[in-house]
């Protein structure tokens, strides 16, 4: 069955670095757009980045294009998101997501990690 499983959040300060992993399987990793989406706390469901099935195009929210990056590894069937200069802001439960339809709506997202916590603060 399908399976996706975070990895990498934790507590930083502001303007540090984290990079988050996504491990896929019970799928073909390489046929399928995949997402990033946060939730802060209190907040609703934030569309942060997508990059699509044949990798040429990645899309990114506002509040963090410039500072975050998103990649995948085929071989390794994992997606990243190396996130620079990080805010208070961007605390938050990063999950992965994939998605048949290049889309940034996660109401449309079929499955979903379990989720990391990134906290940023000093």
């Known amino acids: 069955q399908v399976q996706l499983v975070e990895s990498g959040g934790g507590l930083v300060q502001p303007g540090g670095s984290l990079t988050l992993s996504c491990t896929a399987s019970g799928f073909t990793f390489s046929n399928y757009y995949m997402n990033w989406v946060r939730q802060a706390p209190g907040k609703g469901l934030e569309w942060v980045a997508s990059i699509y099935s044949d990798d040429r195009y990645v899309y990114y929210a506002n509040s963090v294009k410039g500072r975050f990056t998103v990649f995948r590894d085929g071989a390794k069937n994992t997606l990243y998101m190396r996130m620079n200069s990080l805010k208070a802001d961007d605390t938050a439960v990063y999950y992965c997501?994939?998605?048949?339809?290049?889309?940034?709506?996660?109401?449309?997202?079929?499955?979903w990690g379990q989720g990391t916590q990134v906290t940023v603060a000093s």
């Open positions: 997501a994939k998605d048949s339809y290049g889309t940034t709506w996660p109401s449309a997202y079929d499955y």
